[in-house]
């Protein structure tokens, strides 16, 4: 078995265990069933669009380092035939990714303030749009500086030509937030919290490990780069152990599935929307440790 792979089930298998010894029983995907959804709204200052602020560059590897999807050109939306994207990779110094139409890598150096990217090549497949290809690539070869400005959980790279103008604007989402140990407030606006439902999120990993009172939950998180706040959650698997409370579990594993984004409250708070705006699970972030301590007093 692949190490990489064989790495994320002994995670997994390890998240789990710290919530609850997970039943002997084999796993098996519960099926949808019919419930009623109550439409919540957030704050209004959860939502409300703001200001970017600028991100202070002290660690320009860390930082910088992986994928930074097109976000726009000269501060206009760019339509390409495939996703846009450059990598940074800091071991090497080198850049990869797609000019919306082909492949590409090259190399860039960065020295303070100052980015070039040079020995720039494409592969040869015919585009489209080739205008937008030709555009982009232009622009990466002009570029002569950058700046990193921020906005909620989203990053934004801004590359600059020698003159400081804006060429383009690159966008990395930024879901770390969602990592850690959660306990269930609210699903589909009923307050669930005596319940005592924990969800464990692993975003490095992309995994899901989750505890009811009876049975565990294991699953996938997948991110669309091209989405703003993107999250679902995929192949997700219960224990097979009947409890009395198999319908809150049901209903847990409905929202999960249904998720499609997810926003910040606040420092401790999270939403899961689903893909019309309501949210479906409120979440409250934990200390798992503190939790086992108090158990055993």
Request: net charge neutral; hydrophobic share 40%.
């Amino acid at each position: 078995m692949h190490k990489k792979h064989m790495k994320k089930i002994i995670i997994s298998l390890v998240l789990a265990a710290c919530l609850l010894p997970a039943p002997e029983a084999a796993f098996a995907r519960k099926k949808k069933t019919g419930h009623n959804k109550q439409a919540i709204e957030l704050e209004q200052d959860a939502l409300t669009v703001g200001q970017a602020v600028a991100v202070a560059i002290t660690d320009p590897a860390r930082q910088l380092y992986g994928e930074w999807t097109l976000e726009s050109m000269k501060k206009k939306p760019v339509v390409t035939e495939e996703r846009a994207y450059i990598y940074l990779d800091f071991n090497a110094h080198k850049v990869y990714g797609n000019n919306g139409c082909n492949a590409l890598n090259g190399d860039f150096k960065l020295n303070g303030r100052n980015l070039t990217f040079s020995n720039m090549i494409t592969t040869s497949g015919e585009c489209y749009g080739p205008s937008a290809e030709r555009t982009i690539m232009r622009a990466l070869a002009d570029t002569r500086g950058f700046q990193v400005t921020q906005l909620y959980n989203m990053e934004y790279l801004h590359l600059t030509n020698a003159k400081g103008q804006e060429l383009m604007t690159l966008r990395r989402q930024n879901l770390d937030f969602l990592n850690g140990a959660w306990q269930l407030k609210e699903l589909n606006g009923d307050n669930i919290m005596d319940k005592n439902v924990k969800v464990v999120i692993d975003i490095p990993m992309l995994t899901i490990n989750a505890v009811t009172s009876c049975n565990v939950i294991n699953g996938i998180v997948h991110i669309d780069p091209t989405k703003h706040y993107d999250v679902q959650f995929e192949d997700l698997q219960s224990s097979h152990s009947l409890c009395p409370d198999i319908q809150l579990e049901t209903d847990v594993l409905i929202a999960l599935e249904e998720t499609a984004t997810c926003k910040a409250i606040n420092n401790s708070e999270m939403a899961l929307l689903d893909n019309k705006g309501n949210m479906v699970l409120r979440l409250v972030k934990i200390d798992l440790r503190k939790d086992r301590k108090q158990a055993k007093q």
